[in-house]
């Protein structure tokens, strides 16, 4: 007789046949034949198949109610009755089970057991998940607030979680009340349930889970920030671990993990989120501690009680060290999308030196090193190196680039890396040497400490040759050791290519600064050119040491002169109205000034002969050449109800000084009082550029296009005369200055340029600049040879070549 199943399938490739054979004595005539298919099919289970002959009627009646009774038994545990109350209701299952027993068919109870599971998993188990998805769409349909979203999430998921995990008890707790001892059956139930259970969750349930932890995590945050109690918050947060234990019994306690480590990161970002833009304090070791005491000792702490054994402190600490350097990471990678604020800020003191500690035990990986390197590049390159910043804000973000990444990286690797897009613009500006020399020699500027510390660059040369001590190179070493050990000023100096070019400007700095004295104090001055000394060649400074002399002499020669004519005030009762302080310059030293020859008032001329005077007696062998409007006068203007001092050059006092003699003037008549035969052509334009000088100071009024006189009073409306443009006389001195200069230049060098070219043949700007130093003693930068040599090309004297080769016209 046989016994058919009552439901068919299909076999598929991955299914497992398996053969149970009875050990009694009618086993060989009783082989049981099964299928099983326990992860990848949810057709209806295939019964086992059972040929007998001459069995029992008992036996066969027991096998024909087994099935029926098993599946009774198992609907009955998974609802609400116990399954002890189950079985012993079930009294025709208990007589089956006594019957197959008696009768040595134990696997036979096992096997018919597990298609019952199966059976009540595809009709009832599925059907929960099917509805779950769907009152999901629905609900996201509805386009509910996220507290409602929220509450839904919880209240359904762990609804069905309980739901499944009762389940799953009942199918191993009715299995054991039948009595059977099979070790594997538990094994072999955990599988499948697990396997068709993650076949069948609904897409949705990764997203439910992460909402259920999210929404744990804000009631954890609420109960803490609440002084209140709040039971119902604290009996949600007490669930989270029975909810833990009921995912791990049912096999998703994985899938839980990993969307309870993705909200704990979530809110770990957010946290580290907080501190972008806070420089001035420490921020890493404040996060680190947030997320060991509140989201690892606190909130996690919490959830990971489900273990309820010796792993409990294991995996918290496992997750606490995954969250730390979670931490650290997210912490580096906003600062290094901040690395130029950083940088910018720390110009102005605005960022301390605990921040940069900070990401330098972030930055813990050569990845994060580049990355750091690439952003403030791009950072600097965007926001820095175009026209709208001025050369002396690029220099600032260059000091401070140094300052930072030398206590982020000491050994200069990412230093070098990242300055070298500024020092290829600043090369090109043409004010960067004249900037960076104010900056070395200002005694109030970051880089004072630094120029009194001395080269550190000698000190890397002289630690090659102390071979007791050498060390090789690191294997991620960036530029020589030497460039690695540079200080800031040695980096700032090495932005030109010669260090010429420091010299020079400095040269024409001096310049500007001593004639503008009126005391011959010098000691400043020295004190400088002693610094810069130790930065560059000592011979470089010789021209300015004479300078400094002339000064020292020109102290001593006004002392003689005028303790010889008595005191300052016996000087201006005899000849001149104002003492005469004169600074005798060595000319072959001196760099050239920027003279205009004018008329002087006659009183002035007669202070400057009597000075020529008691000069000659000093000095037989010596004769004075003035250099006009080259110095700088005091005067005071003396109106009707006030008096004011200044300080202007000579051709702004002349000018003045014509209306104490007559008022008002026109501009012409100033022109025609004031030019002398040596006046530059545009002279009328420096006379104007004087009376817009002391219209701005509201000392002169306008009456016509053409007419000036002064105001006597303060109160004196001037609203109803005519608005026109006052230029800007140091500007305009400036360009005139500069335009002598390189007509000087090429007046001087351009015939030695052309036959140097001719003779020696093509030449880049650096060699003509080498040549020219070597022979001719050229101390001009190379930004003003290479202005004459494009000046030359476009005149058509000189031909350039693809290589930037210069070359003379045959």
């Known amino acids: 007789m046989t016994i058919d199943p009552p439901a068919k399938r299909v076999k598929t490739d991955l299914e497992c046949e398996m053969s149970c054979t009875i050990s009694t004595p009618i086993a060989e005539k009783v082989p049981i034949v099964y299928t099983l298919d326990p992860f990848f099919s949810q057709e209806a289970p295939a019964r086992p198949l059972l040929n007998v002959d001459n069995v029992s009627d008992e036996l066969i009646t027991a096998l024909e109610t087994l099935s029926t009774a098993l599946s009774e038994y198992i609907q009955s545990s998974c609802s609400t009755v116990e399954c002890e109350t189950a079985l012993s209701n079930a009294s025709e299952l208990t007589n089956s089970v006594h019957v197959l027993r008696a009768e040595g068919f134990q696997s036979l109870i096992t096997e018919y057991y597990f298609v019952s599971v199966q059976e009540h998993f595809y009709k009832t188990v599925a059907t929960h998940l099917q509805n779950f998805e769907m009152d999901y769409s629905t609900l996201n349909d509805e386009d509910v607030d996220d507290a409602t979203y929220s509450e839904w999430c919880w209240k ?376 810069l000394k130790t930065r560059f060649e000592e011979a470089s400074f010789n021209q300015c040491e004479i300078m400094l002399m002339d000064m020292a002499t020109s102290r001593r020669l006004d002392h003689q002169l005028y303790s010889k004519a008595g005191t300052e005030e016996t000087m201006e009762t005899e000849s001149n109205p104002a003492p005469l302080h004169t600074t005798v310059m060595s000319h072959l030293f001196w760099p050239p000034l920027d003279t205009t020859d004018f008329s002087l008032p006659p009183e002035i001329e007669r202070a400057k002969r009597t000075y020529e005077r008691h000069f000659e007696e000093q000095k037989p062998n010596r004769k004075l050449a003035w250099k006009p409007n080259a110095g700088i006068v005091e005067i005071e203007l003396q109106m009707e109800d006030r008096m004011e001092t200044f300080t202007v050059t000579e051709l702004q006092a002349t000018v003045i000084h014509l209306f104490g003699e007559q008022s008002p003037l026109t501009w012409d008549e100033i022109v025609a009082k004031l030019r002398e035969p040596n006046s530059p052509e545009d002279f009328k334009q420096d006379v104007g550029d004087c009376l817009s000088f002391w219209m701005s100071q509201g000392i002169l009024k306008q009456l016509d296009e053409e007419t000036y006189a002064p105001i006597e009073t303060a109160g004196e409306d001037i609203s109803n005369g005519p608005s026109l443009p006052m230029p800007t006389s140091r500007r305009n001195e400036e360009d005139r200055a500069r335009a002598k200069q390189a007509a000087e230049l090429r007046t001087k060098f351009q015939p030695m340029i052309m036959a140097m070219l001719t003779n020696q043949g093509p030449a880049t700007v650096e060699r003509v600049k080498n040549l020219l130093t070597m022979f001719f003693q050229f101390s001009h930068t190379q930004n003003e040879l290479q202005t004459l040599l494009d000046q030359l090309v476009s005149e058509g004297l000189l031909l350039v070549g693809r290589n930037r080769e210069y070359s003379a016209r045959t």
């Open 156 to 531: 359904e998921y762990t609804s069905l979680v309980t739901r499944l995990a009762g389940y799953m008890n009942a199918y191993t707790c009715g299995f054991d009340l039948l009595g059977n001892v099979d070790g594997t059956f538990h094994t072999r139930l955990y599988n499948f349930f697990e396997g068709h259970l993650r076949r069948s969750l609904p897409s949705c349930w990764q997203d439910v889970t992460t909402r259920i932890f999210e929404h744990s995590l804000q009631k954890y945050d609420t109960f803490l920030s609440n002084e209140d109690s709040m039971e119902d918050v604290e009996l949600e947060l007490d669930s989270l671990p029975e909810l833990m234990s009921q995912l791990k019994s049912i096999g998703l306690l994985s899938e839980s993990t990993s969307a309870l480590m993705l909200v704990a990161r979530e809110r770990v970002k957010r946290k580290v989120e907080e501190c972008r833009g806070q420089y001035e304090e420490p921020a890493l070791a404040e996060c680190i501690q947030w997320v060991e005491q509140h989201l690892c000792g606190g909130w996690l702490r919490r959830i990971v009680q489900y273990e309820r054994d010796s792993t409990t402190n294991l995996k918290l600490d496992h997750w606490c060290r995954d969250l730390t350097v979670w931490t650290s990471r997210e912490f580096c990678s906003m600062r290094i999308q901040e690395i130029f604020d950083i940088v910018r800020n720390y110009a102005f003191g605005l960022t301390s030196e605990a921040t940069l500690t900070d990401l330098k035990h972030c930055l813990t990986t050569s990845v994060q090193k580049e990355e750091l390197v690439k952003s403030l590049r791009e950072g600097i390159e965007e926001r820095a190196l175009h026209a709208g910043v001025a050369t002396e804000d690029i220099i600032t973000i260059l000091v401070a680039t140094e300052n930072t990444l030398r206590v982020i990286d000491p050994t200069s690797n990412m230093l070098l890396k990242t300055i070298g897009p500024m020092k290829e613009y600043l090369r090109r500006r043409p004010d960067t040497v004249q900037h960076i020399l104010s900056r070395m020699l200002d005694e109030d500027s970051e880089l004072a400490e630094a120029m009194r510390q001395g080269d550190s660059v000698r000190d890397a040369e002289g630690a090659d040759d102390d071979y007791d001590n050498w060390e090789p190179e690191p294997v991620d070493a960036v530029g020589t050791r030497q460039e690695r050990a540079a200080d800031i000023i040695t980096r700032l100096i090495s932005i030109c290519e010669s260090k010429d070019a420091f010299v020079h400007e400095y040269h024409k700095m001096l310049l500007d600064c001593l004639i503008h004295k009126l005391d011959y104090e010098t000691d400043k001055e020295t004190l400088e050119v002693e610094l």
